[in-house]
């Protein structure tokens, strides 16, 4: 069975860090491009950042970029995210969620499937 | 960024309806349209990929329509687990960004 299992959530003072996993099983997961998706409270859904399976190739939210960082070990089946410099409006569940894909001779289409329960992140002093 | 919007942002239903959900971009992402399902606690899952594919196990009273900037999500004989959020998000650039989601619930 394809499962993807989020952990490192908790409560954090504004300023401060955390690191959330994503235990990946059931695939290759080396094969496959992952990201991070947040919801906050009474929010919808916020992409925030992804990484190819070979690690060349990583984007990030604007609202994030340069407090976040996204990684992977590939032989753990583990992608990370390092949150620092965390800010109140960080507060949210955060995915992890695979990239799939189906490709034809002329397009390939790209979609997040499956996604994890979510870890819940809090800043708040 | 390409910017997503949906319309309505919440409905009222009964089982057995047909609803309508759209989907606006603000530019033209192609087919690179996907719709998700969203209960409270539980991990989003995919409906529809490419504008109009059923997602695997996905049953076919949902289906997917539209390309460039405007789409639909159908649900045709709303069902009592389809009570839910539905986000649109396009996979034709990053930032891969979702819309604002549109609540179904029960009339």
């Known amino acids: 069975e394809v499962q993807l299992v989020e952990s490192g959530g908790g409560l954090v003072k504004p300023g401060g860090s955390l690191r959330l996993s994503c235990a990946a099983s059931?695939?290759?997961?080396?094969?496959?491009?992952m990201n991070w998706v947040r919801q906050a409270p009474g929010k919808g859904l916020e992409w925030v950042s992804s990484?190819?399976?070979?690690?060349?190739?990583?984007h990030y939210a604007d609202s994030v970029k340069g407090r976040f960082t996204i990684s992977r070990d590939n032989a753990k089946s583990s992608l990370y995210l390092q949150l620092n410099s965390l800010r109140v409006e960080d507060t949210a569940v955060y995915f992890c969620?695979?990239?799939?894909?189906?490709?034809?001779?002329?397009?390939?289409?790209?979609?997040?499937?499956?996604w994890g329960q979510g870890t819940l992140v809090t800043v708040s002093s | 960024d390409i910017q997503m919007t949906q319309s309505p942002s919440s409905l009222s239903a009964s089982v057995g309806d047909r609803v309508t959900i759209t989907c606006r971009a603000s530019?033209?992402?192609?087919?690179?349209l996907n719709w998700y399902q969203h209960k409270p606690g539980k991990a989003p899952e995919v409906l529809i990929y490419?504008?109009?594919t059923l997602g695997g196990g996905v049953p076919s009273r949902f289906s997917g329509s539209g390309s460039g900037t405007d789409f639909t999500l159908i649900i045709d004989g709303l069902q009592p687990e389809d009570f839910a959020t539905y986000y649109c998000?396009?996979?034709?650039?990053?930032?891969?960004?979702f819309g604002p989601g549109t609540k179904v619930d029960i009339k």
């Open positions: 969620a695979r990239t799939s894909d189906y490709c034809t001779s002329t397009t390939c289409y790209r979609w997040f499937d499956p």
């Open positions: 059931g695939f290759t997961f080396s094969t496959y491009a």
């Open positions: 990484i190819s399976g070979s690690t060349t190739y990583i």
């Open positions: 530019e033209s992402v192609s087919s690179d």
């Open positions: 490419g504008a109009s």
């Open positions: 998000q396009q996979s034709f650039r990053n930032p891969r960004s």
